[in-house]
């Protein structure tokens, strides 16, 4: 059978049903003044059990896996049927806002409850599920939730440690999971077909496009670097301007170089110097030595690969200039996560019904998608939070925008759940 489309009316109540959600879970935290759930603490074992309770009523079958993600599970018109999976996190940073991770979480149930309640089956199961960990807030490590669902977790993660000192394999344990069983929660390939997540937009984009909705293309990639520009020490008052050899002089132009060029590379572009120390770092004393970071990212790999080896060209170039040297440690790298073309241009077609027009952006901050994009081809659907704030407890979204978010994401699933014959193409 065929599922009808939400009305506005349908749409409006299950997005006061989703805010008040967000409120009931926000109330799940560490401490009460302050936003708080971590992996498996006894707020993450809370919050499974009401998200739990709420995939129950929209009629799914519940269960925690190995790992402590909650899924749920809409069957499809045949039994054991591949589901199109949909999800976000709820972990959450210290002192968070109240939508991030939550609100995908919910608004993928309140699609399956409108299914539930036409008792429509589509060829596709709906899988929901929320992850326990996406911010790596315990442990240091992020995605663990999203990473042992795609199987992706290496050996050695069961041994790393929380600021106490307490193991993951210790505090798998105590939350009732067994640490040796945690590859159970890995989906065999076949069992899913796609993997859809909606979230808060967590920049300013939507909101200065005077648009509620988006559609990502990619996540963003990211380098990270340590650099340092070495010249020599002096007296500031005995060595002429033309002798100097002042490495925080050259780090300054660089620096400068850094804003313009990346400014002028593309808007998906960005970086940043964001820390920086001179030494020996005295009044009266010319810099010997300026250490400093970049970090920049972007939805590409090449145009990124591109501009990071033009500023560490130019980084050189003024260092020769100076009589300095420049030299650059790159200590983590992240590669960009396209998001699939074909389930990008049902999401736009969903955006283009109750908009009227479907912007596409980058999302500048990782995502579960990341991990589930080894393995399944992705997308994400972005809501405007006001002001582009995010990881704070001023984070905000209207049920105006929730409203217009679960019309569309519901579109989209059930017209994805009903053409199986889709061309998903990974990658
Ligand atoms: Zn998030």
Redesign the pocket.
Known sequence: MTAAALTRDQARAAAERVMARCDELAAISETPEALTRVYLSPEHRRANALVGGWMRQAGMTVHQDGAGNICGRYEGATAGARALLLG??LDTVRDAGRY??PL?VLTAIEAVHHLHRQNARLPLAIEVVGFGD??GVRFGITLLGSRALAGTWPEGWLDQKDGEGFRLADALHEFGLDPHRVADAARPVDDIAAYLEL??E?GPCLEQADRALGVVTAINGARRLNCTFTGQAGHAGTVPMGQRRDALAGAAEWMTEIEQVTGRAGPDLVATVGALQCRPGAVNVIPGQARLTLDIRGPEEEPLDALLDDLLARAGAIAERRRLTFDADEFYRIAATACDTGLQHHLAEAVMEVQGDAPHLPSG????AIALSDHWPVAMLFVRCKGGI?HHPAESVTTDDVALAIQAYTRAVTHLATNTALDLNHG
């Open positions: 976000s996190h991030d991770g995908g996406e911010e979230h808060i967590q901050a990782g995502h579960d995010s």
